[in-house]
């Protein structure tokens, strides 16, 4: 029997290392493919649909909008027609493009626009202005802080203009402004106007003065009672309103007017964040009612269930109980 032939040794180098193996080539990367674009609904940005029912106004409003140019605008359709085909009929609906500081607002049933735009001006100088077309009337002001205190003053104007421009001054507690005015026998005169706010005896204390008018309110609060008291002048007209949190649940509103003895009362209970009914009598009015709120009414609709809010309310009449009417107010969200 043969022998197995024997192999050769490989072959060493100088040093005695076997040379390397003979590198294999690596394959060629295949070719670019290019992305795929998502699908049509996915690239359309987010639409928000809005819509609201009055029955006592027998309206329906709808409201459309979304952003658009990546974010930096927001685009508005808004539309109003009766119910039932009564009321105001089918029209075009109402454009707007609303950004940070330019917005314009289209109404076709009145062929009119409303433009605004704003804009930083050198140093500490802001610059606002509004034209509607319709009315071929504008305003334009300008606003500068004073240095870095907590005040500025604006400079503001109609255009055309129709009267000197008015000068109004901010301040942390309020503002006071100077405007002229127009009298029904042509003359004209300077009027002063303004607010100041300060607080008194753990309130706030509020006093407003409008075309020789003033009106003094004082307002306390706690945890558990609210007391407003308000006096008028030069008619000294008084008033107060009073709240008392009877629990974290209840709440009782008394208001009262001495000069002509009209009085309302509300109470209002608080099931839960999104549900609470009111009932109340309103002395004017001669009008006592009662309504069932679902959502909470000073909230946004998207975070209340169904994104859906429903107010229904029963009017009864002291005079003529037999009158008694039920309306509701339905506002729905839809988000795609």
Not at 103 to 121: H, I, M, N, Q, Y
Not at 233 to 238: F, R, V
Not at 309 to 329: A, E, G, I, Y
Request: charged letters at 25%.
């Amino acid at each position: 029997m043969a022998a197995p032939a024997l192999l050769p040794p490989p072959t060493m180098d100088e040093e005695g290392a076997a040379p390397p193996a003979p590198a294999t080539p690596s394959p060629a990367p295949p070719p670019l493919q290019p992305e795929p674009k998502p699908p049509l609904l996915r690239r359309l940005p987010p639409v928000r649909v809005t819509s609201e029912f009055d029955s006592e106004r027998r309206l329906f409003s709808h409201r459309l909008s979304c952003r658009v140019l990546d974010g930096v605008a927001k685009l508005r359709l808004r539309i109003s027609h009766g119910a039932g085909g009564g009321g105001i009929p089918w029209g075009p609906p109402e454009v707007g493009v609303l950004a940070r500081n330019f917005s314009v607002v289209v109404d076709p049933a009145t062929r009119g626009a409303v433009l605004r735009g704003a804009a930083d001006l050198a140093g500490s100088l802001r610059l606002r202005a509004s034209h509607n077309t319709k009315e071929q009337q504008g305003e334009v002001a300008i606003t500068a802080n004073l240095r870095d205190s907590p005040c500025k003053i604006e400079l503001s104007s109609l255009v055309p203009p129709n009267a000197l421009p008015r000068a109004t001054f901010f301040f942390p507690n309020g503002e006071v402004s100077i405007k002229e005015k127009i009298l029904d026998e042509g003359d004209r005169i300077l009027s002063v106007n303004g607010l100041v706010k300060s607080h008194v005896l753990n309130g706030l204390c509020t006093a407003v003065y409008n075309d020789n008018a003033m009106n003094i309110k004082y307002r306390y609060k706690d945890d558990e009672i609210s007391f407003v008291p308000s006096i008028s002048l030069p008619s000294n007209t008084l008033s107060f309103a009073f709240k008392r949190q009877l629990t974290p649940l209840d709440k009782l509103s008394y208001w009262y007017n001495f000069d002509t003895n009209y009085w309302s009362a509300i109470y209002k209970h608080k099931a839960n964040k999104h549900l609470k009914w009111k009932a109340g009598y309103e002395s004017d009015n001669r009008l006592g009612w009662a309504s069932l709120w679902v959502g909470d009414a000073g909230g946004s609709t998207k975070e209340v269930p169904f994104k859906a809010k429903v107010r229904l309310t029963l009017k009864v009449p002291q005079d003529n109980m037999r009158n008694s009417t039920v309306v509701f107010h339905v506002k729905k969200r839809w988000d795609f």
